[in-house]
């Protein structure tokens, strides 16, 4: 009994450390792995190719976080994604925006972002004034959100050449991609808000005990509507960021799948399912993961199937080892 | 005691008023149909709507047991590729051999959601997304991302393309057995009380004693099979497996489901009604196509998915309304 009760604190206290470091181990370890085996992995290049595509990842994924912190999902991102970056281009290449290209500029950055705006709106008063579960309120949106954005642009994929547009997506800054330093102010924002607003903490309330945040008297409603615009405006922005890169907004491919690399991220970065966490960094280290698992079996020749098996095996592990850390 | 075991219809639409509607809907939509367009009620019309529709009506029916005990099975579009891939490499076999097997292969995607969802306890909705992700991966990786064709030698094309004793489509032949089993399960049997009672409330069935884990294990193993049903019917109607269809099934029959007045949060819906509501979307879309023909209007297939949402939205607003009235009454009581 004795050597029972002595050893108990010391194992739990290693468990425990295992598991609350866990995705920075994973981390660790893809890294040793790719210096090892991934040809030219220690190079500016790869740094500079993987922080431009986890960027749009870690956007959403931080947006995602907001959403699941209040024991939501959002399943529209990718739909959302679609909708800003067809609006965009049809924006700067209208008449309007042709004949005055700053004013257009502005334009095909704020409608966008305006658009995706509503959605949230939509998704969150679905959510949270109807009492809709939020899978079936944001499949609304998932189903018909690419849909709007096929419609209008009749399923044709918009090239543009458009260089002021595409810093949004191509731009450096000291060397390093527009959209990974977008992803940091964003990130550091999100966790001022998060842990030194009260909209933050009514934030975690809500996923916490939504009950008792209401009887509390918190604005239950308005932030729940509030996390779900959050997360639609964050992925009208990764959507552009997409179409800024490729110089192209393709509506059928823009965020596609994209709903699946949020959640993962935000569950591999420690969200809980159930609500009440919101580790905005910790989102940005999942997206860090899921791009570098991704880029490592690329890197090594494994076709894309194998790839998405391996996501769906990420997923599942990081939701069993925090349904463990729970219990 | 068989007053009690006998059919009441009264009773039924007492128990399941949301599902009423969605019958009134698809009776006003066949007579417009039937009332606009010439060959609307035509036998070819009829039976080709409904052999393509099998598919649907099956997953629907597999997710409406799923959706009773408040659980959600995403998987079902991307088991159904891998079923129909599984189908056609074993169709020289004969439908006899590649038909139970493919089937089986479902079940398999279904027993895993369940063992990860019952015993891992990880939440329904990822595990079954994970497993959309892993089926459809499997499927491309098995077909090399390319469609199988089928051996049209042997007589497997004959379950999609033929009609039992020449009037209707074998697909809908074992469809309409497959719903007619499945409503006695769920009516008439323990494990269907049992189902019902989860989504009611599953830490009270637990403790009732019911036998919880084996109710959950069977939908979705149910789930799983019925999605290889429909697969089967896609390789043999179409005459490939294909690795890439099956994406945004598990939203059409979400939403067949839902229409059919079944509540999300589970422990109450209606079969016949799920199979409504699949018939009913599919009736959307095949008058769509009929109008289009008219030339009056012209709907772009891009236009299904906005209609395919605002249809889902409309719904729910429905659902949550008759829901609000319901908990009233309740709290009135």
């Known amino acids: 009994m004795t050597s029972l009760i002595t050893d108990e604190p010391m194992r739990t206290d290693f468990t425990r450390r295992l598991k609350q470091n866990g995705g920075l181990i994973a981390l660790g370890i893809i890294i040793l792995f790719n210096i090892i085996v991934t040809p030219n992995f220690l190079q500016a290049q790869t740094l500079a190719v993987n922080i431009s595509q986890v960027a749009t990842i870690a956007i959403v994924a931080m947006g995602m976080t907001l959403v699941i912190a209040t024991g939501g999902i959002d399943l529209s991102v990718g739909a959302v994604m679609a909708l800003s970056g067809a609006l965009a281009p049809l924006i700067f290449q209208s008449e309007f925006g042709t004949a005055y290209p700053a004013l257009g500029l502005v334009a095909a950055l704020l409608f966008p972002l305006a658009a995706a705006f509503l959605c949230g709106l939509f998704n969150g008063t679905i959510v949270a004034v109807l009492k809709v579960q939020p899978i079936i309120a944001t499949l609304i949106l998932f189903i018909s959100g690419r849909g709007i954005a096929q419609v209008l642009t009749n399923g044709n994929l918009q090239t543009f050449s458009n260089p002021e547009f595409s810093y949004l997506g191509t731009g450096k800054i000291l060397g390093f991609p527009f959209q990974g330093w977008l992803a940091l102010v964003i990130a550091c924002l999100l966790f001022w808000l998060v842990n030194r607003t009260i909209f933050g903490r009514y934030l975690l309330a809500v996923g916490g005990n939504e009950r008792a945040a209401k009887l509390s008297g918190g604005p239950v409603r308005k932030v729940k509507i509030g996390a779900y615009v959050l997360c639609s405006v964050l992925s009208g922005l990764a959507g552009l960021i997409v179409v800024a890169i490729n110089s192209a907004s393709d509506a059928a491919r823009n965020g596609n799948l994209m709903e699946l690399d949020a959640i993962a991220a935000a569950v591999v970065g420690g969200a809980l399912l159930q609500g009440g966490k919101a580790p905005i960094f910790g989102a940005i280290l999942g997206a860090v993961i899921i791009q570098l698992v991704k880029y490592t079996l690329l890197a090594n020749g494994v076709e894309d199937e194998v790839a998405l098996i391996a996501k769906a095996a990420i997923i599942l592990a990081a939701v069993y080892i925090q349904q463990a850390r729970k219990e | ?333």
């Open chain 2, 1 to 333: 005691m068989l007053d009690q075991n006998a059919f009441d219809l009264r009773k039924y639409i007492s128990r399941n008023p949301q599902s009423v509607a969605v019958w009134i809907a698809l009776v006003v939509l066949i007579i417009f149909g039937l009332l606009r367009y010439d060959n609307f009620g035509g036998a070819y019309n009829i039976t080709s709507f409904l052999n393509y529709n099998a598919m649907f009506i099956a997953i629907s029916v597999g997710m409406c047991f799923v959706i009773l005990t408040g659980g959600i099975d995403l998987s079902v579009g991307s088991v159904a590729a891998f079923t129909s891939v599984v189908a056609a490499y074993l169709s020289p076999y004969g439908i006899e051999v590649a038909m139970p097997l493919a089937i089986l292969s479902g079940i398999g995607f279904g027993l895993f959601n369940a063992v990860c969802i019952v015993f891992l306890r990880i939440p329904p909705f990822i595990t079954t997304l994970a497993t959309m992700l892993g089926a459809k991966g499997g499927s491309l990786v098995i077909s090399g991302a390319e469609t199988i064709a089928v051996d049209w030698g042997s007589n497997f094309t004959q379950l999609g393309m033929e009609k039992a004793f020449n009037i209707v489509p074998w697909t809908i032949v074992i469809v309409g057995i497959l719903v007619v089993g499945l409503w006695i399960v769920l009516e008439m049997t323990s494990l269907g009380r049992t189902i019902l009672a989860v989504g009611g409330g599953e830490d009270a069935s637990t403790m009732m004693g019911l036998k919880v884990n084996r109710a959950k294990i069977f939908v979705y193993a149910l789930s799983g099979g019925c999605a290889g049903i429909a697969g089967v019917f896609l390789a043999s109607g179409f005459g490939a497996g294909q690795p890439l269809e099956g994406v945004g099934w598990e939203l059409s029959a979400i939403a067949a489901v839902v229409v059919g007045g079944t509540l999300l949060t589970g422990g109450l819906g209606s079969l016949p009604a799920t199979v409504a509501g699949a018939l009913l979307l599919g009736l959307v879309f095949n008058i769509l196509n009929f109008e289009n023909g008219k030339g009056w209007i012209s709907f772009s297939a891009y236009w299904q998915m906005v209609i395919r949402g605002a249809f889902l939205f409309a719904v729910i607003l429905f659902q949550t309304r008759v829901m609000n009235r319901q908990s009233k009454v309740e709290f009135a009581k």
